[in-house]
């Protein structure tokens, strides 16, 4: 793709490249290079980032490097950081998000914190950087030799050793960019004065500071990343990558698309855009006793059968709409996402509710919404309520599959009934596993506060409750050959309906087989662990077609 050059205010010029440029619903992500870095070094990762978050992404040279030209004379971070202002107001940009790797997240938190550009900074992602001048004694920019062998320890030697073809043709390729030495070395001299964890002690950067940085990074240590954490209240550990061992040029381990997942779940705009999402698109049906559910379908025309997802106890839709919707998308499947009675937005009387007529109810509405054959996703609860409609007769449709997620076919008995909101709220916590907690306080209260708001009545929770404690289908399940048809999936920190119970189902009912996802290490609440893309695969590969 060519690039494209601006001119500054001085005279110096900007080599730039801008991605999914019309892509106008999210906010744009401007990516800093760091030292020694050319834009070309990332582009085509750059560009896969881009399509697969559906977001424009700007890449650009900073001074003197690569196609970028300009004097660098008294060269520093801040200098940096008015260049990287200047060709984000020349693009015009209102609103911004920036991803400075190494030396460019040291210019990402200048900007922030240091100057009043005319655009807003939403979020900062700080990839393999820190918030201090970092130790780099061990890195020798006194030389050219000693700026090549910079480039050797930019990855850790497991990956040297596994990937001696591709580190060839990188380096081949670098011989043909360009990076002038007194650039290199200006850019080292400009790290050596900079301390910004003073400034970023007095600021809350809940939901707006992210850190990603992998453990076995050799040029600036993992501990300048948990000294981040540490000062910056609010900042957050990206951990959603399959693991955290890989090394400074972050971008050469694992597929793009892996990144762009964990770089959308920082940036997301995803609270709003899911309320939205799930007001939008919400429908409604009056039931023959003359309750009604709400409800909604993504991915309507969609030619694969329906999958049709049924919350948990406490649960309401929209606690997975923005997963449910990439879902839908990811896999081109219609996913229907119902609230059960009298929980979110549907309405009916609790009084006498059994698991019965919760499946009742989901029953009239796939056959009101026409559908001839379905999947079931039952979550906790709603496995059972799957199982109930699996096991009725009288329904006009066919069941294809059905996915029992950190679900059980045998429930322990309720044998204290939850009299306060407060009561479920720690019910819910234990959702959780210490580790997500400790690493995810933020979204955890968020979800807790969800719980005082009308949407989820106490009475109404309190009825399921009584509904699902005691039940068990295991003698039903003993029955018959189940393969193809019953899946489970469940993590083995599940402190609320044990993994043993998983085993316990998969051993019961014959030909019933487990979702092995990339990792079987979540709690309760799964949609809540990894990205909707692992989701998605875990289910499709079930699901088949």
């Known amino acids: 793709m060519p690039e494209h050059l601006t001119t500054l205010k001085d005279n110096s010029t900007v080599a730039y490249n801008v991605f999914n440029e019309d892509a106008t619903d999210k906010i744009a992500l401007v990516l800093i290079m760091g030292m020694t870095g050319c834009m070309l070094d990332w582009q085509m990762w750059a560009e896969a980032v881009a399509k697969a978050g559906n977001r424009k992404v700007v890449i650009f040279d900073n001074r003197n490097i690569g196609n970028s030209h300009g004097n660098i004379d008294g060269l520093s971070v801040d200098s940096m950081a008015l260049d990287t202002i200047e060709l984000i107001e020349q693009l015009n940009l209102k609103d911004v998000h920036l991803l400075g790797f190494s030396m460019g997240g040291i210019i990402a938190q200048q900007m922030l914190l240091n100057h009043s550009p005319l655009f807003t900074i939403h979020k900062i992602i700080l990839s393999s950087s820190a918030c201090r001048r970092p130790k780099l004694s061990h890195i020798d920019m006194s030389s050219l030799e000693g700026a090549q062998a910079f480039n050797l320890i930019l990855y850790d030697e497991e990956w040297v050793s596994n990937n001696k073809a591709i580190l060839a043709v990188i380096k081949e390729a670098s011989n043909y960019m360009r990076r002038p030495f007194e650039t290199l070395q200006a850019q080292f001299k400009a790290l050596s004065a900079m301390e910004l964890g003073e400034k970023l002690k007095h600021t809350d950067w809940t939901n707006r500071l992210y850190v990603m940085h992998g453990k076995r990074d050799a040029i600036i240590s993992f501990k300048e990343a948990e000294h981040t954490l540490e000062i910056a209240k609010g900042a957050k550990l990206v951990n959603t990558l399959p693991t955290l061992e890989y090394g400074h040029l972050f971008w050469a381990y694992f597929d793009p698309k892996i990144w762009s997942d964990a770089i959308e779940g920082c940036l997301g705009e995803k609270t709003e855009a899911k309320l939205l999402i799930d007001v939008m698109t919400e429908q409604r049906v009056t039931l023959s006793d003359r309750s009604e559910l709400a409800y909604n379908v993504f991915n309507d025309s969609a030619n694969k059968v329906p999958l049709v997802m049924i919350h948990g106890m406490t649960g309401i839709k929209n606690d997975w709409t923005g997963t449910a919707v990439e879902m839908a ?37 796939v056959e009101r919404l026409g559908y001839e054959t379905v999947n079931l996703l039952g979550f906790s609860m709603g496995g059972m309520i799957a199982q109930y409609i699996l096991f009725n007769t009288t329904r006009k449709f066919h069941v294809n599959k059905v996915i029992l997620a950190a679900s059980s076919i045998r429930f322990p008995p309720t044998k204290v009934l939850p ?10 916590a234990a959702g959780f596993d210490p580790e997500w907690r400790d690493n995810h306080p933020n979204e955890l209260n968020e979800f807790l506060e969800s719980f005082n708001h009308p949407q989820r009545p106490l009475e109404t929770m309190q009825a399921q409750a009584r509904a699902i404690g005691g039940q068990d289908t295991t003698e039903k399940l003993k029955i018959g050959d189940w393969t193809d048809l019953i899946y489970v999936l469940h993590g083995k920190r599940d402190e609320l309906l044990t993994f043993a119970l998983a085993e316990h189902a998969l051993l019961t009912v014959k ?12 709690g309760h609440f799964f949609i809540m662990y990894f990205m909707p893309k ?11 077609e």
């Open 534 to 544: 692992d989701w998605s695969d875990g289910v499709e590969e079930c699901l088949g």
């Open 511 to 522: 030909g019933s087989k487990l979702i092995n996802l990339h990792s079987l290490e979540f």
């Open 419 to 428: 009299n306060s909101i407060e009561t479920f709220q720690s019910f819910v």
């Open 329 to 365: 998308r990811m896999a081109n499947r219609t996913i229907v996402t119902p609230d059960n009675r009298n929980m979110g937005n549907s309405k009916g009387d609790v009084k006498g509710m059994t698991i019965d007529v919760m499946a009742n109810d989901m029953i009239e509405l």
